[in-house]
């Protein structure tokens, strides 16, 4: 396994020197298909299911989906919905870290009324300082329009998901259970933004329960460019807060959490667990069969091992159980905390059913510079201390609760999915609230989806030369 190198949520694979190339050549990508390839075989979690002789003359982004075992529900049920490739690996290991050129919002996007062709997208949550604060958008905001412009199922995704840099969003409004337009305009101008994951955090008391919030928004432990652990640090610093005010009641959070690194999963589980400590098992990793070994005969058995941390600001041992707020978006690393979690103490979902991601990758680069792609293949799946890995369909809630088309900041306790968290610790919330909050329009997706790849479980991964 000559020249293979895995770095900080990095594997890097040498190459042969290669001369300057017209791009999207034949013969380039050819190169960078071998590349692929090499790499693939060696690493992918299905690499026994890659095709014997593939066609390397085909640009890199459908090479490299012709070698995927891709998830097919009748023919593939156990096959690949999540690697991916980015034509510059600069701008893959940025957006691992939360770095975008953003308006700095996130939607969703619903068809306006039943049978209808309209679309309308409703903001879930606007980033501090973001061009989209700055227009004034906030939380529960409707959009119907862009640069004039009605969306509709035939133009939404190049209205608002395409490469514009200057959005002109025209407003719409709830008026007598009617979405209404009017004639607010909004203007907004993308910049690259670096998004802090840590969004907002409260403790709030009720009788005799002290409850502390977390909205967590990504798995990142530092800024992009930054070896630290930074953002990790100011969770830190919250459970720290949360012990001293005897918070003895945990919601967390995670309902537009897509995923990102296990070692900040680790780190904020290491604070929640009952009973955790450096000695106990968080979750271990399953590779391949050909890696496995060479994994094994250089790093031991414990590689595959991710144990919690000792952590003096464990708030554990008040709780004997904790809230997750989850809905769709819910994925990978936000589903290990749940699955990860269980063993150890009662996790109690509220929302709706998770994305189901119980696989992980790790980001592949060239060291060497010749080439610019990176891929995020999937190269492990995981498993809890009790050998469970159930979840590929995802976590159905404990409680039912979708978010409704009036939204309330998050934070505030008449938010539906805070709510009924509030209600299942003070006993208020029965069990007729399962499904209590419906919302009547059909769902087509959201920006999250486009986070980081819109799922991710990612390995940091140090030094790792075979």
Not at 164 to 171: E, H, K, L, N, R
Request: glycine share 8%; hydrophobic share 35%.
């Amino acid at each position: 396994m000559a020249g293979f190198v895995l770095t900080l949520s990095s594997c890097n694979k040498k190459v042969d020197d290669v001369s300057p190339q017209t791009t999207g050549t034949t013969s380039e990508n050819s190169t960078i298909d071998n590349w692929i390839l090499e790499n693939m075989r060696q690493v992918y979690y299905w690499n026994d299911k890659i095709p014997a002789n593939p066609d390397t003359t085909l640009a890199p982004s459908d090479f490299f989906d012709s070698i995927l075992y891709s998830f097919d529900a009748t023919l593939r049920p156990d096959g690949d919905r999540f690697s991916w490739i980015e034509e510059n690996a600069t701008d893959l290991t940025a957006e691992l870290s939360g770095q975008t050129k953003t308006t700095g919002m996130e939607f969703t996007l619903y068809l306006r009324t039943s049978g209808s062709t309209d679309v309308i997208a409703q903001v879930l949550y606007v980033l501090p300082n973001s061009p989209a604060e700055q227009a004034g958008l906030k939380r529960g905001d409707i959009i119907s329009k862009v640069n004039g412009q009605s969306l509709s199922t035939t133009n939404y995704q190049s209205l608002l998901l395409g490469d514009a840099t200057t959005y002109a969003f025209g407003m719409a409004q709830v008026s007598n259970q009617a979405l209404v337009d009017t004639d607010v305009t909004k203007t907004v101008t993308t910049a690259v933004y670096q998004e802090n994951p840590v969004f907002l955090d409260s403790v709030y008391t009720i009788g005799s329960k002290t409850i502390g919030y977390l909205v967590y928004n990504q798995f990142v432990p530092a800024p992009n460019g930054s070896n630290g652990t930074e953002y990790d640090n100011q969770v830190d610093a919250i459970f720290s807060k949360f012990k001293a005010q005897g918070v003895n009641e945990l919601v967390l959070d995670l309902r537009y959490n897509p995923g990102g690194y296990t070692s900040s999963s680790a780190n904020l589980a290491s604070l929640i667990g009952k009973g955790v400590d450096a000695s106990k098992l968080y979750f271990r990793e399953e590779w391949n069969a050909t890696i496995t070994p060479e994994l094994q005969k250089e790093y031991g058995s414990d590689f595959f091992l991710q144990k919690f941390s000792t952590k003096a600001q464990n708030i554990g041992g008040n709780l004997s159980r904790v809230f997750v707020l989850t809905t769709d978006w819910t994925a990978s690393a936000s589903e290990l905390i749940i699955n990860g979690l269980r063993p150890y103490m009662t996790v109690t979902t509220i929302g709706t059913t998770t994305h189901g991601k119980n696989v992980g990758s790790i980001t592949i680069t060239d060291d060497t510079g010749k080439i610019k792609w990176g891929m995020q293949p999937i190269v492990f799946k995981s498993f809890n201390s009790l050998g469970q890995s159930d979840y590929a369909t995802g976590f159905t809630p404990s409680v039912e609760v979708e978010e409704p088309i009036t939204l309330y900041p998050l934070g505030d306790t008449r938010d539906a999915l805070l709510n009924a968290a509030i209600g299942q610790i003070t006993g208020a919330g029965a069990s007729s609230r399962l499904g209590a909050t419906q919302n009547p329009l059909k769902a087509l997706g959201s920006s999250i989806q486009r986070k980081a790849g819109g799922s991710q479980m990612v390995r940091p991964i140090k030094n790792l030369n075979l």
